[in-house]
């Protein structure tokens, strides 16, 4: 009997035992929380109080995994929002035209997300869930992990398996298992962001046209929002601050924090909403991509998931959709056998990384605020996203390529693709 174990139940973890089942003949899935029976919050995901987007392309993927979730989810409230035409998007300080564009996303609470997976992969032959299990290190027989040792309800334990993947988060422990193995850590790329979350639930007075309006932070003024539509009548509002420049929590400070980046309907459906809860804050200090691709040593029988590998700044919205796609990676990469599996993975996952984290580097290094080293690539490539941005928010054609891009349909690179540019480069003469 085969067996692997994943550690960590959070989107990453859920994901990567999706994957592994069938492959092993048993999934076990330990996480350190209680679990709540369908849709409460836990410690162990501090980030679920806050606005959680699953991009189009991870909602295809879910659904090949899970046959029916999306409309399931819909169906119980969650909210299937079309970019750009239910969604509006106000980036580098211009309203993206409305259009068509066949990039949506899935707006629900996290842990309505959360649970419908937990749900779906407890119920799958093999897997089991394993809440209240705290991971305490590895167990390792000339040089291969061969299993973990636990603490189950205070008392010690062991768990052997052929596999172990640590999905336990941006603070997983692969890193200082490999040091203790004698092995080689992986370099890690960091962007310091230094952003802070501030979010609530609230009910609106009024309806709103839009489902989602995104405002994202410009030089000068390294802020924006989310105000979306979610499950049960309900709105969350994100708002956001970089380089320092974060959210107050008290009412007052808030609005005219709120009113620096909102559009006014915007700035007046959240003012006058009513809360239905207090404010939650979340502190985000950089985003971490360790390149484990890199490393020539891995120890066999270990494998690292998820925001283990790559923690994306959150305001992109793409840590479940690349866990996703991961997790069809590993699938892909199990078909050949264990032989050389971490490296084959990794290598895998570095091609799904790659194209989300230049996004992300892109746009964050457009912003004078955030310290980082701009190359001469980064500088061009920031002024001509600016400019995009400015001909997008009346050309349909280039609104729609750039939606399909950042919905991870599409890669960076059909932002060059000649139908494009030449619209960005005579557009922005136009507009100039
Ligand atoms: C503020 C914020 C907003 C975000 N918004 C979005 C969004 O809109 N869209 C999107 O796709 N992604 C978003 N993300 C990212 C998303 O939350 C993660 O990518 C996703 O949860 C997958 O992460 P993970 O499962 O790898 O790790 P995590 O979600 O961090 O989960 C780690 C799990 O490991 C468990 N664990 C830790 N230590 C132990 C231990 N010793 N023993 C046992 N269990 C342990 C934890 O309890 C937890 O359940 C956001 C992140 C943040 C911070």
């Known amino acids: 009997m085969t067996h692997a174990v994943v550690l960590g139940a959070s989107m990453g973890g859920l994901l990567a035992a999706r994957a592994l089942a069938g492959v092993y003949d048993r999934v076990t899935v330990v996480e350190r929380d209680a679990l709540p029976a369908d849709v409460g919050h836990r410690r162990g995901v501090p980030q679920d109080r806050h606005f959680h987007t699953i991009l189009r392309r991870g909602a295809q993927v ?41 990039a949506s996303d899935i707006q629900a609470t996290r842990p309505m997300l959360e649970g419908a997976v937990r749900a779906r992969v407890a119920n799958h032959p093999g897997v089991r869930i394993v809440p209240g299990c705290d991971v305490a290190g590895p167990i390792v027989d000339r040089g291969r992990v061969t299993g973990v040792r636990v603490v189950l309800d205070g008392a010690d334990g062991v768990l052997e398996a052929d596999l172990v993947v640590d999905a336990m988060g941006r603070y997983g422990r692969a890193r200082a298992w490999l040091t203790a193995m004698g092995f080689d850590t992986p370099d890690e790329d960091r962007i310091d962001v230094d952003m802070m979350y501030v979010s609530r639930l609230v009910r609106l007075v009024e309806p709103f046209r839009d489902k989602l309006v995104l405002v994202g932070p410009v030089p000068g003024r390294p802020s924006g ?90 305001i992109y919205g793409q840590g479940m959709t690349v866990a996703a796609l991961e997790a069809e990676a590993l699938r892909r990469c199990l078909r050949d056998g264990e ?5 084959k993975f990794f290598r895998a996952a570095a091609g799904i990384t790659d194209p989300a984290w230049q996004l992300n ?22 002024r ?49």
């Open 225 to 314: 929002l989310a105000f979306a539509a979610q499950e049960d009548d309900r709105w969350m509002v994100t708002v956001v601050g970089m380089a320092g420049d974060h959210p107050p929590t008290d009412e007052a400070a808030y609005a005219a924090f709120v009113e620096r980046a909102a559009p006014p309907d915007v700035h007046d459906a959240i003012v006058t909403a009513e809360p239905l809860g207090p404010f939650r804050s979340h502190r985000f200090p950089a985003s971490l991509r360790r390149r484990y691709e890199r490393l020539r040593r891995f120890p066999p029988g270990l494998l690292v998931f998820g925001d283990a590998l790559c923690s994306f700044n959150p």
């Open 62 to 102: 879910l659904d090949q995994m899970f046959p029916g979730l999306t409309n399931d989810l819909v169906a119980a409230g969650a909210q299937r929002v079309g970019f750009l035409d239910e969604a509006r998007f106000v980036l580098s300080g211009h309203e993206l035209a409305r259009v068509v564009t066949g």
């Open 384 to 432: 001509y996203v600016a400019r995009l941005h400015r001909v997008a928010a009346h050309d349909p054609v280039v609104a729609g390529a750039f939606a399909r891009t950042i919905g991870l349909i599409d890669p960076p690179s059909s932002l060059t693709r000649p139908g494009v540019l030449a619209r960005v480069i005579v557009g922005g003469l136009r507009r100039r």
């Open 361 to 382: 580097a892109v746009a964050d290094l457009a912003l004078p605020e955030i310290d980082g080293r701009r190359t001469p690539s980064t500088r061009v490539l920031n």
């Open 339 to 343: 032989h050389d599996l971490a490296l």
